[in-house]
T-cell receptor, first 111, second 112 residues
Framework: KQEVTQIPAALSVPEGENLVLNCSFT??????LQWFRQDPGKGLTSLLL?????REQTSGRLNASLDKSSGRSTLYIAASQPGDSATYLC??????????FGAGTRLFVKA | DAGITQSPRHKVTETGTPVTLRCHQT?????MYWYRQDPGHGLRLIHY???????DKGEVSDGYSVSRSKTEDFLLTLESATSSQTSVYFC???????????FGPGTRLLVL
C-alpha cells in the first residue's frame, strides 16, 4: 500500500532563507506527483506537477524534484518571504483516479 | 485561478437531515472529484466523475452519493447526515485523468 510522508510537520524560518520541504513515498509506481499550497481556511493551490518521466519542474522561486528510485520528492523554495507561509502538501497519482495526499508541512516565514 | 465555485461555503445541519453540496466549474474539464479533509486523515477521495452521468466511488464513499447531469455541475449528497460527516469538503477538477487537479474553495459542514 502506497504511503506518503511529509517531514517535518512544521517549520519556522527567517525571511530570506532558502528551504527544502520533503515528501517520501513507499512505492515508485506513480504517474505523477503534485505539490500544493493551502492557506488557512482556503482551498488547495497547485504549485507544480512532475510527471513520472521527469526529474524536476521549476516555477519562479520554486523547484520541485522527483527521485522515484529513492521514493522522494523535494520542494525547494528560494529566498523565502512571509507570504510563503502556508501548508504545503504533496500528492501522488498512482494511476487512474487514485491520488494519495501527504499530511503536509506547515511553513512559517518570520519577517 | 481555475473557475471553480462551491456552494454553500458554510453549513450547519442536524443529524439525519439530507444535505447537498454543489460544485460548479467554468473550465469545461471532463473530470471532477469530491474530497473531504479531516485532521489526522488528510484529504480523501469520496467520489469522482469522468463525464456526464459517469461517476464512481472513491476511498470513503459510504453515506454519500453524487450526480452529474451537466459538464459544469457535480453534486454531492449526504443522504442522512451524521456527526462523522462533519468535515471540510473540496471539489476538484482536472482536464486529464492524471493531470493537474485544481481545487475549489471548500465547504465547511458541521453536523450537530
Amino acid at each position: 500500500k502506497q504511503e506518503v510522508t511529509q517531514i517535518p510537520a512544521a517549520l519556522s524560518v527567517p525571511e530570506g532563507e532558502n528551504l527544502v520541504l520533503n515528501c517520501s513515498f513507499t512505492d515508485s509506481a506513480i504517474y505523477n506527483l503534485q505539490w500544493f499550497r493551502q492557506d488557512p481556511g482556503k482551498g488547495l493551490t497547485s504549485l507544480l506537477l512532475i510527471q513520472s518521466s521527469q526529474r524536476e519542474q521549476t516555477s519562479g522561486r520554486l523547484n520541485a524534484s522527483l527521485d522515484k528510485s529513492s521514493g522522494r520528492s523535494t520542494l525547494y523554495i528560494a529566498a523565502s518571504q512571509p507570504g510563503d507561509s502556508a501548508t504545503y502538501l504533496c500528492a501522488l497519482n498512482t494511476g487512474g483516479f487514485k491520488t494519495i495526499f501527504g499530511a503536509g508541512t506547515r511553513l512559517f516565514v518570520k519577517a | 485561478d481555475a473557475g471553480i465555485t462551491q456552494s454553500p461555503r458554510h453549513k450547519v445541519t442536524e443529524t439525519g437531515t439530507p444535505v447537498t453540496l454543489r460544485c460548479h466549474q467554468t473550465e469545461n474539464h471532463r473530470y471532477m472529484y469530491w474530497y473531504r479533509q479531516d485532521p489526522g486523515h488528510g484529504l480523501r477521495l469520496i467520489h469522482y466523475s469522468y463525464g456526464v452521468k459517469d461517476t464512481d466511488k472513491g476511498e470513503v464513499s459510504d453515506g454519500y452519493s453524487v450526480s452529474r447531469s451537466k459538464t459544469e455541475d457535480f453534486l454531492l449528497t449526504l443522504e442522512s447526515a451524521t456527526s462523522s460527516q462533519t468535515s471540510v469538503y473540496f471539489c476538484a477538477i482536472s482536464e486529464g485523468q492524471e493531470g493537474t487537479q485544481y481545487f475549489g474553495p471548500g465547504t465547511r459542514l458541521l453536523v450537530l
